[in-house]
């Protein structure tokens, strides 16, 4: 499964951004989806998390300002973004972990990247 992520751009601190992840096929069932960023010379963090369509897990750095959604009519999962801080900046990939009719598959998107500067 092809993950395309996109919505990534410059805005000011306080902005909001939507960022979009599209799969390229049905998917029978979503196990986990999932946003994270990796900062220039960071480590990859968890942003936000959903489990099995019920169970979401925020950092505690984005609480209360990121939600993640998903639309299964379009084939996309979302992250949206507000009240952006600088420390946001960095790049953002998609992941989904579920079933096709071929089996259990574990697909990441390319970075979009997220710039909050004024």
């Known amino acids: 499964v092809q993950l395309q992520a996109c919505g990534g751009g410059l805005v000011q601190p306080g902005g909001s951004l939507r960022l979009s992840c599209t799969y390229s096929?049905?998917?029978?069932?979503?196990?986990?989806m999932g946003w994270y960023r990796q900062a220039p010379g960071k480590q990859r963090e968890l942003v936000a998390a959903?489990?099995?369509?019920?169970?979401?897990n925020y950092a505690d750095s984005v609480k209360g300002r990121f939600t993640i959604s998903r639309d299964k009519d379009r084939n996309t999962m979302y992250l949206h973004m507000n009240n952006l801080k600088p420390e946001d900046t960095a790049a953002y990939l998609c992941?989904?972990?579920?079933?096709?009719?071929?089996?259990?598959?574990?697909?990441w998107g390319q970075g979009t990247h997220v710039t909050v500067s004024s």
């Open positions: 096929e049905n998917i029978l069932s979503i196990e986990r």
């Open positions: 992941n989904i972990v579920g079933f096709t009719r071929r089996g259990l598959f574990n697909s």
């Open positions: 959903e489990i099995s369509g019920a169970i979401t």
